[in-house]
């Protein structure tokens, strides 16, 4: 399956914290927490070029997005794709995503220098519980 299912579609459009999984240049994975949105049939979140995630998504552009469901530990949503990166001058994502989650992008004390778009296109979605 490579869409969200119905029954899970409210922890990908809900503002929870996420992990996203990337592979590292020695093949080990790496995990990092993240705030993200949905965009249609995509998930986008906002990185900075100077962080780990963000050199692996470049070098190997496969990821894998996991959300848990704060009410039940067993359900879950498991978003596996490609990963594209796109420049994001403006900072529309950072904020869009700032936003998303109750937060003014203006005084939102997070990096704003080399900020990139990632857009993670699913090619396996894998929902249980």
Known sequence: MTAIPESHHDLAESPLVASLSTVGADGTPQVTAIWFVLDGATVKTSLVTSRQKYKN???????????????????????????????????????????????????????????????LRPTRVVAQG
């Open 57 to 119: 998504v470049v070098a190997r552009p496969q990821a894998t997005l996991f959300i848990i469901d704060p009410q039940n530990p067993f359900r879950t949503l498991e978003i596996r794709g490609t990963v594209e990166v796109d420049d994001d001058p403006k900072l529309e994502l950072f904020e869009r995503v700032a936003r998303h989650y109750g937060e003014d992008p203006d005084t939102f004390p997070a990096e704003r220098e080399g900020r990139v778009a990632v857009t």
